[in-house]
């Protein structure tokens, strides 16, 4: 079983964004989830440049602690979207825990949108990470946009793809263009559907600065299949994913897209 945790992150209010994220890997595992996804940038909030140096930690500091006792604590692997710093330089990461409380994977998002290029440095590291309840390719917001990048994962052998947005809108770009709700599960049953593989994305919900979290967080099978859905509010949805049966099999025979590739012509 797997879930994704969809909050709103007050900006700077770290204990309160860390209390939030705890109350939500617990109602998490009451429903049996053996992993929680958190949204991007959890821990502080997104807009927060003016506050960076302030807010950032690094990857061992007290708020991956604090994270740490919470795997711990419940007994499950947690990836959660946060700010760190490392030789000067700032992040946009996702970290992953394992439920010994073991810090597995520190993930730097790859691909900055618009003004974030002027705040963080672009990571450098696809990642895929061996845990024991499978291969999980670690992404962040903008990277699902990327086709390429995701394909790029499950060459390298991930089950599923874990995916920590904060996708946002506002009235011109959801009342003109559509970018909302539907628009963000669309592309998360894209990815799932051309890769044939589970796929799981946690948005952040709510107002911040000028804009409109879009919330809309998912679990998607293979077949691109929306199996949960944790609609606009803050909560959590659950799904069990399995990444080894004779029905998935079956799927994966009618549907090859991987095997079809031409790439002699791409």
């Not at 859905?229 to 803050?234: I, L, R, W, Y």
Request: hydrophobic share 40%; glycine share 10%; aromatic share 8%.
């Amino acid at each position: 079983m797997i879930a994704v945790g969809q909050m709103h992150p007050v900006p700077g209010d770290v204990a309160a964004n860390l209390s939030t994220i705890e109350t939500l890997v617990s109602n998490a595992v009451a429903e049996g989830a053996r992993l929680v996804i958190l949204p991007e940038t959890a821990t502080t909030g997104c807009f927060i440049a003016d506050r960076l140096a302030e807010l950032a930690e690094t990857e061992e500091g007290p708020s991956s602690r604090r994270l740490s006792e919470i795997a711990r604590k419940s007994g499950v692997h947690i990836a959660v979207g946060m700010v760190i710093k490392d030789g000067g330089s700032f992040f946009d990461a996702q970290l992953l825990f394992g439920p010994d409380g073991k810090r597995l994977a520190t993930y730097r998002k790859a691909h900055l949108f618009s003004t974030e290029r002027n705040v963080f440095a672009p990571g450098k590291e696809p990642m895929v990470v061996e845990t024991s309840i499978g291969r999980i390719g670690m992404t962040i917001c903008y990277d699902m946009i990327f086709p390429e990048y995701i394909r790029l994962l499950v060459d390298r052998g991930a089950d599923l793809i874990i995916n920590s947005p904060n996708w946002i809108t506002d009235d011109f770009q959801r009342d003109r263009w559509g970018w909302s709700g539907d628009t963000v599960r669309g592309l998360a049953a894209t990815r799932a559907l051309e890769n044939g593989i589970w796929l799981a994305m946690a948005n952040c919900v709510g107002k911040e600065w000028i804009f409109d979290s879009i919330g809309h967080s998912c679990i998607v099978a293979p077949s691109g299949k929306v199996v949960a859905n944790a609609g606009t509010g803050q909560g959590v949805a659950v799904a069990e994913a399995v990444f080894r049966s004779d029905d998935l099999d079956r799927w994966k025979s009618i549907a090859t897209y991987l095997g079809d590739r031409r790439r002699d012509l791409y």
